[in-house]
């Protein structure tokens, strides 16, 4: 059973950054693709940034591309979410996915991911 666990969150001035990691366990990591999507309460789940199982090709949303880089090191099980220039709008819970389907592009939708970690919370004051 996949194992998924955030860590990094917490409170920030706008115009910071702050890395956001979440460490796999129970399964074969190398071979998931994995997400970062972030929920605001009262509103959707959406889509922050997303990565193949080889790190070769990502996907960011319109709001943080330029901003923020999602990463993957495999002997470590753990993919990374580096948020520059934080604004606070980033306020939100952060939650990495694993996608366990082996499809060859990560998807965007959060729908199509199988396991999620608990969150972490990301707080961007004015």
């Known amino acids: 059973q996949v194992q998924l666990v955030e860590s990094g969150g917490g409170l920030v001035q706008a115009g910071g950054s702050l890395r956001l990691s979440c460490a796999a366990s129970?399964?074969?990591?190398?071979?998931?693709?994995m997400g970062w999507f972030r929920q605001d309460p009262g509103k959707e789940r959406e889509v922050v940034a997303v990565?193949?199982?080889?790190?070769?090709?990502?996907y960011y949303a319109d709001s943080v591309k330029g901003r923020f880089t999602i990463s993957r090191d495999n002997a470590k099980n753990t993919v990374y979410l580096q948020m520059n220039s934080l604004k606070p709008e980033d306020t939100a819970v952060y939650y990495c996915?694993?996608?366990?389907?082996?499809?060859?592009?990560?998807?965007?939708?959060?729908?199509?991911?199988?396991?999620w970690g608990q969150g972490t919370q990301v707080t961007v004051s004015s």
């Open positions: 996915a694993a996608d366990l389907s082996r499809s060859r592009s990560a998807p965007r939708s959060r729908y199509q991911y199988d396991r």
């Open positions: 129970g399964g074969t990591f190398s071979r998931y693709n």
């Open positions: 990565i193949t199982w080889s790190g070769g090709s990502t």
